[in-house]
């Protein structure tokens, strides 16, 4: 203990009878110390039982009817604390615990002092609150599992450990479990899940869910291994499962059986690819378009042919490949049909890879979905190149000359014919010449066609160099040509003069020798001309006017002009009715053979030379001259000279029997000679006249010894073998 001014007490019993103080004090110091080092302390114990127990016997004896009313008093409180303190209390928590046994149809009565009674009536709350939020999630757990089991897809629950801990009945029926049987079993076992291309086991998500905590789908192509034996090919996704505070709890795996769809999106696909092979198979250029009108589609002999690739040609991309003259036209026709949802052809250029515009047929034609919706269009395109060349040959074949690619007799008449119309509606005047060359058959017959052809060719190249842009220059064929030249003046005067400058350059042109590989050949032209329009004529009356006017130009000595006069359509009508009428005497057999006596110097008679006469009904008696020009033209002088030929030998041999045999001498046009058959014609003639070949003498002209000197020459020996002479003279002038 530590000294101080005032004692110490400290107890002696546990009770606190007995007590002691102490107290310390200095004691005074000695001369030979510094200071006071000597210390005392008084120590005094006192024992207080029996002034307690005197005391005690005070506060009884003085204290005890307060005392006792204390005690009373406690004991009035007590009871008032257990009746309505403790036993409310107690009800309480016999309440409670019975809340917490599980029995919530628990009530306490709400008595006593306010605060208990409000405990109570809260207490009652809070139960009935406890009913119904089990009654709610009782509902809610029917309505959840009303749900579970009537979910069209399959639905698993796992664990954070990846052992399942529901499924629902479309899952069990998939898997082949029970919920029973899966439950606490890994979902690896359960849910058995392979690679439908490779056969392979595939990643359940289940455990990235958990390692990733987002959610994740199955792969495609994925087949699930139904325990009892089916395969089902499924679709799924796995998410995460968290309570209110965010922790993960599980995984649930939703599923469901696409088999049917997989089916369907198989044949889907070889429907497709059966589609995609079909257009990239062929020749045509396949494509597809949208609602927006652009193209969504382009099969590969497209790309192909345009070299471009399907981004650039999608949307609108192929009009830069359509060829700017025909690109509006183009565009034009494909809205507008687009717009009335019809069917459309049309044909444009569209560049190829190497460059080049090509001719392109498009088909197109509207394009409907299963229920009948409109869904864009659906085209065909063919590379028609090759067949509009083809068309545009056969046109010019139709319509120009094979040899000089000049307009033919079809095109000129046409043109003829609209040159008319106009000339009459717009009064002004035009010429039609026709242009025969002179001695032309020589040149083919002695230096071949090739270079008659040649020669054709030529002369084209000359009549259109003087033509105009708007003028016609067509062949008729072989040596002849005609050309129409239209709206040359406001009269006839002045346009048929035009015409005839026009001519006299074009003869004058071809009096110009013609060089063919080095070698010249000269063949002049005749030309007749004739205007319009006059009264009511035809193009058949124009066409007739020019070749009369240059048969005119042919008599008058060839390379010269002649233009058409009325009177000469006299002698056209004259010429034409003398042909008829000689097509008549020929297949009528109107003719009579004169004989004209040969006798040599001493005037003896040595032989006789066969005429012709035409013995005419109205005409008389027309000589050769007349007739024989015309026959020659017309091809009737091959009939007329086997008849000549056949009369004469009946003759010979008459006389030959008669015994007064006489040479007689037949002339044989260069047309009859040049008959295929003309030897053979010969030979039966002889055999079925009887007549002896040493009385026949054929005359042929100079020209055809010229002209066909090889032909000529073998023809003459193999007759000259049967006893025949020949002799030089001109046919039928006798």
């Not at 062929?282 to 949208?290: D, I, S």
């Not at 008959?675 to 055809?704: C, M």
Request: negative net charge.
């Amino acid at each position: 203990m530590k000294a101080g001014r005032l004692p110490v007490f400290f107890p002696l019993s546990p009770d606190g009878v007995r007590v002691a103080a102490m107290q310390p004090f200095q004691m005074p110091a000695d001369a030979r110390q510094l200071r006071r080092q000597r210390q005392g302390m008084v120590y005094v114990a006192f024992d207080l039982a029996r002034e307690r127990e005197t005391a005690r016997e005070f506060v009884l004896k003085g204290r005890a009817p307060e005392l006792a009313a204390i005690l009373l008093l406690i004991g009035l409180l007590g009871w008032l604390l257990h009746r309505y303190v403790a036993s409310p209390l107690g009800r309480l928590a016999q309440a409670a615990d019975t809340l917490r046994s599980g029995q919530l149809d628990v009530a306490v009565p709400e008595q006593g002092p306010q605060e208990i009674a409000r405990l109570a009536g809260n207490f009652n709350a809070m139960t009935r609150a406890v009913r119904e939020a089990q009654a709610n999630l009782a509902t809610s757990e029917e309505r959840l599992s009303i749900t579970l089991q009537s979910i069209g897809d399959a639905l698993l629950a796992t664990d954070t450990d990846e052992r399942v801990t529901l499924m629902n009945p479309v899952a069990e029926a998939l898997c082949g479990w029970t919920q029973a049987e899966a439950m606490g079993h890994p979902v690896s076992e359960v849910f058995v899940i392979r690679n439908a291309l490779t056969g392979e086991p595939a990643e359940i998500p289940v455990g990235r869910v958990i390692r990733e905590g987002r959610v994740v789908g199955l792969a495609n192509h994925t087949i699930l291994l139904a325990r009892n034996g089916p395969n089902y090919h499924i679709a799924d996704s796995a998410a995460p499962i968290r309570n209110a505070q965010g922790e993960l709890q599980g995984v649930v795996l939703v599923f469901r059986d696409v088999s049917e769809e997989y089916a369907l999106r198989e044949a889907l696909a070889d429907s497709e690819l059966h589609f995609r092979t079909l257009a990239n198979s062929g020749q045509a250029l396949v494509w597809t378009a949208g609602l927006d009108k652009g193209c969504d589609y382009f099969n590969e002999p497209w790309l192909a042919f345009t070299g471009r690739t399907l981004e650039q040609e999608l949307g609108q991309g192929w009009a830069e490949g359509v060829h700017p003259d025909d690109l509006p036209s183009c565009i034009e026709i494909y809205h507008a049909a687009f717009d009335r949802r019809e069917s459309f052809s049309l044909e444009y250029r569209l560049r190829h890879a190497s460059g080049e515009y090509r001719w392109i047929m498009d088909q197109g034609s509207p394009r409907f979905g299963s229920q009948g919706q409109f869904q864009g269009y659906v085209g065909h395109c063919m590379d028609v190149t090759d067949a509009k060349r083809a068309e545009a040959e056969i046109e010019r074949l139709a319509y120009h000359d094979a040899l000089t690619s000049l307009p033919n007799r079809l095109l000129f008449r046409d043109r003829l014919s609209q040159a008319l119309a106009a000339a009459h509606r717009n009064r002004r005047c035009g010429a039609v010449m026709f242009v025969d060359l002179d001695q032309f058959k020589r040149i083919n017959d002695v230096h071949g066609h090739a270079v008659g052809d040649a020669v054709l060719g030529e002369v084209a190249r000359r009549l259109e160099y003087y033509l105009r842009e708007g003028d016609t220059v067509a062949r008729l064929g072989g040596d002849e040509f005609v050309i129409l030249l239209p709206d040359l003046a406001a009269s006839l005067e002045d346009a048929g003069a035009l015409a005839m400058t026009v001519a006299e350059k074009i003869r004058g042109a071809l009096e110009n020798p013609v060089a063919i590989d080095g070698q010249e050949y000269v063949s002049t032209a005749s030309i007749g001309i004739t205007v319009f329009p006059k009264d009511s004529e035809t193009v058949d009356d124009l066409m007739r006017e020019a070749d009369t006017a240059m048969y005119r130009a042919k008599e008058r000595g060839r390379n010269a002009l002649a233009y058409f006069e009325p009177t000469m359509q006299e002698a056209v009508v004259e010429r034409y009715a003398l042909d008829r009428e000689l097509r008549e005497a020929v297949r009528e057999r109107s003719f009579e053979l004169h004989l004209q006596s040969q006798v040599n110097a001493d005037g003896k008679v040595i032989g006789a030379e066969a005429l012709v006469r035409w013995r005419h009904p109205q005409r008389g008696l027309v000589m050769p001259a007349s007739f024989i020009p015309l026959a020659e033209e017309s091809g009737l002088i091959v009939p007329l000279g086997e008849w000549v030929l056949r009369e004469a030998c009946q003759l010979i041999a008459r006389l030959d029997a008669e015994g007064r045999g006489l040479r007689i001498a037949v002339n044989v046009s260069p047309r009859q000679f040049h008959q295929a058959d003309f030897v053979q014609r010969v030979k039966d003639i002889l055999a079925t006249t009887g007549a002896d070949p040493g009385y026949l003498t054929l005359e042929i002209t100079e020209n055809l010894l010229v002209e066909h000197a090889s032909e000529a020459v073998a023809r003459m020996t193999e007759l000259a073998a049967l006893g025949l002479r020949f002799a030089i003279d001109d046919f039928g002038t006798g």
